[in-house]
């Protein structure tokens, strides 16, 4: 997607490791969002930011922890990797009124 | 009870066909209204939005909002293969300055040549 990387595109790690997602963005956004999407729930808001070091939670934001020490990067951090966190994970850029724009996803999976 | 309720399908229809999404909502303090469309294996990308009740058309694409009921809808005309996707409604409302976007959970919508 035009502006915004995510990266890695897939991961399968164990239970209990750290793993680490990178969301960039070339459009100088002042608002990031991490998403996690999983079947029967939808998208669902983990973390999201509104400038350099200013985060907050989510609706489903346990086991998640965030940093952004740059406008154009956003990171997600799973502390310790759970079963329960396998998932798709998106992350959106705004900066207009209305709407976001996606990521391609990092498909997620923990072993 | 949810935010934004929608039926999550699957829907299957032959081409040609018009379809009919929609979703519900209980929050009156959103103010933009959208549909995302998502391809397998792909994010969201933004397909129709809205912020006033009534009609919006975009080619074979028709947005209603009807906020009295808090409903909407998005109608696809002449309906084809490419069609084929997941579609999300989606509302804003602004939190601490923040625009922040509830999703339903998706109509996965097949369209059979």
């Known amino acids: 997607d035009a502006g915004i990387t995510q990266s890695p595109r897939h991961k399968v790690t164990e239970t209990g490791t750290p793993v680490t997602l990178r969301c960039h963005q070339t459009?100088?956004?002042?608002?990031m969002y991490w998403y996690r999407q999983d079947p029967g729930h939808g998208l669902r808001l983990i973390h999201y930011?509104?400038?350099?070091?200013?985060?907050d939670k989510g609706e489903v934001s346990d086991g998640y922890s965030v940093s952004r020490s740059k406008t154009e990067d956003f990171l997600l951090t799973l502390e310790s990797a759970t079963s329960s966190q396998t998932s798709v994970y998106f992350c959106?850029?705004?900066?207009?009124?209305?709407?976001?724009?996606f990521g391609s996803g990092t498909r997620l999976t923990v072993v | 009870q949810k935010e934004v309720e929608q039926d999550p399908g699957p829907l299957s229809v032959p081409e040609g066909a018009i379809v009919s999404l929609n979703c519900t909502y209980s929050?009156?303090?959103?103010?933009?209204f959208m549909w995302y469309r998502q391809y397998s294996r792909k994010g969201p990308e933004l397909l129709m939005y809205t912020y006033s009740s009534g009609n919006k058309e975009d080619g074979r694409f028709t947005a209603q909002v009807d906020k009295s009921s808090k409903y909407i809808s998005l109608f696809i005309r002449d309906s084809q293969p490419s069609d084929s996707a997941t579609y999300l409604c989606?509302?804003?409302?602004?939190?601490?300055?923040?625009?922040?976007?509830?999703f339903g959970q998706g109509t996965r919508l097949t369209i059979n040549p």
């Open positions: 459009e100088n956004h002042r608002y």
């Open positions: 989606a509302m804003t409302y602004i939190i601490q300055g923040a625009q922040k976007l509830v």
């Open positions: 959106a850029i705004s900066g207009q009124t209305y709407g976001y724009t």
């Open positions: 929050n009156s303090a959103f103010q933009y």
């Open positions: 930011s509104y400038g350099v070091k200013d985060t």
